[in-house]
């Protein structure tokens, strides 16, 4: 098995044991929430034998997994919390322990939503990774195949509906693509790569020369035959870097901030702009944004475009939260986006040209002459976008926009299992 591979089924394995609590309370007492009455009914009813596997052994092993988890991740931030609210060590353990069992809370998202602080109440207001990646993105998927799923045929697809989009000057699938790179700075990072994982910059700093933001520098054909290289294992495709416009260039240490704005459509198949945060990087960080490579990000207001305190994830406390960026010491609360009313309006205008999800997440930045698309994401983390709120997205329009339209899929019948069917799991 691959080490991809076995990386997505260990995830899915982590979705079981965190959706488990819920998807039994549902099937014992139903639920008033048709959210979780949509995900339990899809919880228990295993598609293919993988599933069921998976199904099997979160019955076993979630003990385990959550007193683990709850040792590593309160070791790691437990003292840095303690020193910052007063409460205990022994406190945090009982509240992981408590909101597990109450609403599938699995102690990285304790402190990702930072449930140390009043977690009885708002625990239940958000909408969890479980959910939206093991159930309601899935049903909500009106055909396979969508250009959201590749970076080549996303650009493709922009072009033809006339967004604007970042550009794919090369495509490196395992062989010599036939001519040189491009002598300009390039953006590079894997056909299908998700969170900012194998993406590299390269400048150019003299003619068919390119270095690293570590200082490393290559000729242009020894770049590319070191490119050829890696695309053996997964396709490369190389972009233009591009620059931030000056306001946003302010707040970053390198990398391109980009912003993720969710659309989702409305009850008349409108799309609408829900909520949206912006990315960008600080310290050593200089390629990408992305917080689960270890950027920071905040809220942006949806009706003004004014930003909030940055953090980083959360799921490290020690950085904590803050008005500044941590290099340049410029403003980030209070500064307000570049070009933001036309953001919003170009998020709705390409959710059109992609009409086959329900949900998009975009990546959208802003440069000197305004937005432009960096790509679209048809399985959006909600988590980058909640851990910025102040309440979760199940007290939000958009929970009632997705309930609306798994029923119209019948995705909200019953959520307790058919007569027999526990007993045969």
């Not at 000057?169 to 390039?186: N, S, V």
Request: charge should be neutral; charged fraction near 25%.
């Amino acid at each position: 098995m691959s080490l991809l591979r076995l990386r997505q089924s260990a995830e899915r394995l982590i979705y079981r044991v965190a959706g488990l609590p819920v998807a039994m309370g549902a099937a014992i007492g139903g639920s008033d929430d048709p959210l979780h009455a949509a995900f339990a009914r899809r919880y228990w009813r295993p598609e293919i034998a993988t599933e069921w596997a998976e199904l099997a052994a979160a019955m076993i092993l979630w003990p385990f997994g959550l007193l683990g988890a709850c040792a590593w991740f309160t070791a790691r931030n437990g003292a840095v919390i303690r020193g910052r609210t007063g409460k205990r060590i022994s406190a945090q353990l009982r509240e992981q322990l408590a909101l597990y069992f109450s609403d599938g809370i699995l102690p990285p998202w304790y402190y990702i939503f930072s449930l140390h602080d009043d977690g009885a109440r708002r625990a239940p207001t958000y909408i969890q990774r479980f959910e939206t990646k093991s159930c309601y993105f899935r049903v909500l998927k009106r055909r396979k195949g969508s250009p959201l799923n590749d970076k080549r045929a996303f650009a493709e697809h922009c072009a033809k509906h006339g967004i604007r989009c970042v550009e794919t000057l090369m495509t490196i699938d395992g062989a010599d693509p036939g001519e040189p790179l491009p002598d300009r700075d390039l953006f590079v990072k894997p056909q299908g790569g998700r969170g900012g994982r194998g993406a590299e910059r390269w400048d150019r700093v003299a003619p068919q020369t390119f270095a690293s933001p570590a200082g490393e520098e290559l000729t242009a054909d020894e770049l590319l035959k070191e490119l050829v290289e890696r695309s053996r294992e997964r396709p490369l495709i190389v972009q233009p870097r591009m620059r931030p416009h000056p306001d946003l260039a302010r707040i970053t240490s390198g990398a391109l901030p980009t912003l993720r704005v969710l659309t989702c459509l409305n009850e008349n198949n409108e799309p609408e702009v829900m909520t949206a945060m912006i990315r960008t990087s600080f310290g050593a960080n200089k390629t990408v944004d992305n917080l689960h490579a270890g950027g920071i990000g905040t809220l942006v207001d949806v009706e003004t475009g004014k930003l909030g305190k940055a953090s980083n994830l959360g799921a490290d406390a020690r950085l904590g939260w803050f008005s500044e960026h941590p290099d340049t010491g410029e403003p980030i609360e209070g500064t307000t986006v570049p070009c933001w009313e036309e953001v919003k309006r170009q998020a709705v205008a390409a959710h059109r040209a992609f009409d086959d999800r329900v949900v998009i997440g975009w990546d959208i930045s802003v440069l000197d002459d305004g937005p432009i698309f960096i790509e679209g994401n048809g399985n959006p983390d909600l988590d980058i976008l909640q851990r910025f709120m102040p309440i979760g997205l199940r007290q939000h329009r958009f929970a009632h926009l997705l309930a609306h339209h798994l029923a119209r899929l019948g995705a909200l019948a019953s959520s307790r299992p058919q007569s027999g069917e526990l007993a045969t799991k």
